[in-house]
């Protein structure tokens, strides 16, 4: 496993520590190993911290890894992740990779210093619909070893709810951007899992992507319905597009991690008192 430490280029660097390039991933091919990477920034001076795995936008086709705009005094860990891309894989792909990801957290956060039973996931965008499969869909853990409800919580950045249009693509689908599907290969085809806290971010809808935030209202009345998860929340921030949605994220994120660890620990201590 390889890993370095880094010098950082923003405001970050005053509050946490970082090791980079940790690879999470067994497969041996040279573009898993270029690819399948992710770098731990862990806040200075804390033990038993939560941790939110971070995963970059970009249409399952372009970005990196990177922390996240804002959450320089974040009292949390950030574990940002990189994936393979299509076409260098079918972006369906992508889903293993964030999977593996997530697993390799929940594996080794104790070693940094976070809290396993405190692993948040979310992303902006691609990084949502990735992170946000994980989280919905049983499979991807349950095939690891773990269940999506061992998650702390989702925290979802204008995601899409539909079958992602790069999958579809890749798939073979000749219209996807136009006529939204609903498959297991989609959120929304997945809401009536049981599943961790949800929280899900918007940009305005007059300016986001089109019927992201509607789509998005629909996956969160339909996790209420079926009572999915126990606290489910969404949020449209006015004003900001499907780029600018990001800088609204961390009050919000800050708030929910909050709230879901609260809420974990009085049912802990609930529970502990009804065995007494």
């Known amino acids: 496993m390889f890993a370095s430490t880094s010098a950082f280029c923003g405001a970050e660097q005053d509050k946490f520590d970082c090791i980079k390039d940790l690879s999470y991933t067994a497969r041996s091919d040279d573009y898993s190993k270029e690819r399948c990477k992710l770098d731990v920034y ?26 996240p705009r804002g959450f320089e005094t974040a009292d949390f860990a950030i574990v940002a992740v990189n ?14 990779d964030a999977a593996d990801a997530v697993v390799w957290v929940l594996k080794n956060i104790e070693s940094y210093g976070g809290d396993k039973s405190k692993v948040f996931v979310g992303g902006h965008s691609a990084g949502a619909y990735l992170s946000g499969m994980v989280g919905f869909a049983p499979k991807y853990l349950e095939s690891r070893g773990f269940k999506n409800t061992d998650l702390a919580g989702m925290i979802l950045l204008s995601g899409q709810a539909t079958t992602h249009f790069r999958v579809r693509n890749d798939l073979g689908d000749k219209n996807p951007q ?9 959120l929304m085809g997945n ?3 049981k599943m961790s806290p949800l929280c899900i971010v918007l940009g305005d809808r007059a300016i986001e992507f089109p019927e992201r935030v509607e789509e998005n209202l629909l996956l969160a009345s339909v996790v209420k319905k079926l009572n999915s998860s126990k606290m489910v929340e969404i949020y449209e921030l006015q004003g900001l597009d499907h780029g600018t949605v990001s800088y609204g994220l961390f009050p919000i994120a800050r708030g929910f991690v909050t709230k879901v660890c609260k809420s974990a620990e009085a049912d802990k201590n609930a529970a502990a008192s009804k065995n007494n």
């Open 178 to 186: 136009f006529l939204p599907k609903i498959d297991k290969l989609s």
């Open 83 to 96: 994936y393979r891309l299509s076409p260098k894989i079918k972006a369906h792909e992508a889903l293993d």
């Open 42 to 67: 862990t806040p200075k001076g804390k033990k038993n911290f939560p941790v939110y795995v971070w995963f970059h936008g970009g249409g399952i086709s372009a970005g990196n890894k990177h922390f």
């Open 191 to 193: 809401a009536d899992s």
